[in-house]
C-alpha cells in the first residue's frame, strides 16, 4: 500500500547557472547550444530567417555549402558545425544591423553593390568570411558615409 503522508517541501536552494544532476538548462533540440543571453532562437530559425532574407542559394553560397543544406538546418533534421553556426551568428547579426541602417529591399541593393570601405561587393566580402569588415562597412554606412 502507498504511503499517504504529505512530503516535506525541498528546502535546498539551486544552484547558480546550473540544472543538478550534471545536465546544463536550456538545452534544445539534440546537437543545439542553449540560447546566450535568453536568445529566444538557435541555428535552424536564424538559417530559416537568413534564408527567407537572402535566399537559400544565395545564403548557401555565403557559408561555403551545399545549395541543399541550409534546407536540412532548417528542418532540424541536421544541425550545423560549430564553425557554420558562428558564422549563421555572425550573418544573423550583420542581417540585423543592416535592417537597422536600411529598409530591406534597399538592404538587398547595397549587399550587391561594390563598396569602397570593402573594395569589393559586401556579399563577396561575406563569402570571404570578412564579416567584422562588412560589420564596420554597415557602420560607415549608418554613420552617413557613402561608399
Known amino acids: 500500500m502507498p504511503d499517504s503522508t504529505p512530503k516535506k ?6 544552484k547558480p547557472g546550473g540544472g543538478g544532476r550534471g545536465r546544463p538548462r536550456g538545452k534544445g533540440r ?9 536568445y529566444p532562437y538557435g541555428p535552424a530559425q536564424r538559417v530559416d530567417a537568413l534564408a527567407r532574407t537572402l535566399g537559400s542559394n544565395r545564403l548557401a553560397r555565403v ?7 541550409p534546407s536540412r538546418w532548417r528542418s532540424g533534421h541536421e ?12 550573418l544573423d547579426h550583420i542581417m540585423e544591423r543592416l535592417h537597422l541602417v536600411f529598409a530591406p529591399a534597399t538592404a538587398m541593393v547595397w549587399l550587391e553593390s561594390f563598396n569602397y570601405t570593402l573594395n569589393a561587393r559586401p556579399i563577396d566580402a ?9 560589420l564596420t562597412a554597415v557602420e560607415v554606412a549608418d554613420q552617413g ?3
Open 126 to 134: 561575406l563569402t570571404q568570411g570578412r564579416y567584422a569588415d562588412v
Open 145 to 147: 558615409g557613402f561608399d
Open 9 to 14: 517541501p525541498s528546502t535546498r536552494k539551486a
Open 63 to 69: 557559408l561555403g555549402v551545399s545549395e541543399s543544406q
Open 30 to 38: 539534440v546537437g543545439e547550444a542553449a540560447p546566450a543571453y535568453g
Open 79 to 90: 544541425t550545423p558545425s560549430e564553425s557554420h553556426h558562428r558564422a549563421i551568428a555572425d
